[in-house]
């Protein structure tokens, strides 16, 4: 099992890495001590939330206003649980850690990938989300680390992530080949992208699952 | 507050704040709660979900400019041989070095 899940995480590996690197090198300006970038990574293990700490750190800014912008920043995390409610097992660590574990990237693959029959979904998703995490502290490490020595051109690895949601992308419509909630959410998304750029992932996704469930309302009535 | 304390404390209050965003759902919905309208949000929402990602990951893309062109061959590699191949790694690996080959040239 762990083999498996090692080898169906891989795609997260070269999404998380350069991207943690990316924060690594950005976060040694501040200068701290390396293993604060590390830190950051196995505790408040959240990519874009991080990106934004070095420019809140920099200002010096209050807690009060780094906890809200976080809880915004990262708020679009709510609708993913929806997905796992049943799948994440019963209350206990692993359950609690399942939950810790939740990025954009872990949900997207655990969402598209079919779990081997012969694996139990909870045990299977922990070992994904556990490399999954592993990976992302040792990008945030490695990039700490060689701030001052970087040798290897890095430019342009940012597309990995990129690449990844593609694919997942392609995924998704091999497996759900309902042509509606990808028109419903490319809707959204430019909606979200003219009006509100600044909270564009947040407001695209209220916007989609508002519009399904609209239109779900809307069907069960005509129906009736 | 000294500086290490500092970040600490912003580290804990981040933590804290991005566990909320994530445990949120799980403490409103209990399991065997699922209703069926539930149950057909969350199987909508990952193909939405990645959608908007890849737009999200998309939208800082200059346009009218040669970022936009080596940006869509990267995504026709990365396609092309997903539908081709269907191998994750393949796809985002070829990818990703066809965008950095014309990124550091």
Known sequence: MIRSALKISLPILFGFVPLGIAFGLLFQELGYPWYFASLMGIFVYA??????????????IGLLEIAISTFFLNSRHMFYGLAFLESFGNWNLRKLYLIFGLTDETYALMTTIKVPKNFTKERYYFFITLFAQIYWVLGCTI????ANALSFNTNGMEFAATALFVVLLIEQWIKVKRLLPFIIAFIASFIALFFFIKH???????????????????KTKSNE | MNEINYLLAVMLVMTVSTYITR????????????????????KSTPPMVMT???????KEVEYLTFEIVYTFIALLVTTGLHIYKRNALLSIVSGTIVYMFFVQT
Do not use: C, D
């Not at chain 1, 939330?49 to 010096?60: D, E, H, R, V």
């Not at chain 2, 908007?52 to 998309?58: F, K, R």
């Open chain 1, 47 to 60: 990519g874009a939330a991080q990106f934004m700490a070095i420019g809140l750190l920099s200002s010096g």
């Open chain 1, 200 to 218: 564009m992932l947040l407001v695209a996704i209220i916007l989609s699952i508002g519009s399904i469930v609209l239109l779900r309302v809307i």
């Open chain 2, 52 to 58: 908007i990602l890849v737009i999200y990951m998309l």
């Open chain 1, 143 to 146: 990039g700490a680390l060689t």
């Open chain 2, 23 to 42: 445990l949120t759902p799980f403490l409103l919905f209990g399991k065997g709660q699922e209703s069926a309208l539930l149950n057909y949000i969350s």
